[in-house]
């Protein structure tokens, strides 16, 4: 029954389309695309603060336990 209908309204048809098509080029112009900043490296960095004379293997330790 759609199929028909379109079918029967062909011109209706294409200049939907053709309005859905101008529409999504419009709106496409309108979004913001700073989603992600340009200085984004794709990478996550952190560090670890204990006392200087820690030996490496303290360190290991340190950096291994978990935080309540």
Do not use: C, N, W
Request: glycine share 12%; net charge positive; no cysteine.
């Amino acid at each position: 029954m759609t199929l028909h209908g379109v079918i029967r309204h062909r011109f209706l048809t294409v200049l939907t389309f053709a309005g859905t098509l101008v529409a999504t080029v419009y709106l496409y112009g309108l979004v913001p695309k700073g989603f992600i900043p340009s200085q984004d490296t794709g990478q996550l960095s952190g560090t670890t603060e204990a006392p200087q004379d820690i030996s490496f293997d303290g360190m290991v330790q340190l950096q291994g336990r978990r935080r309540p």
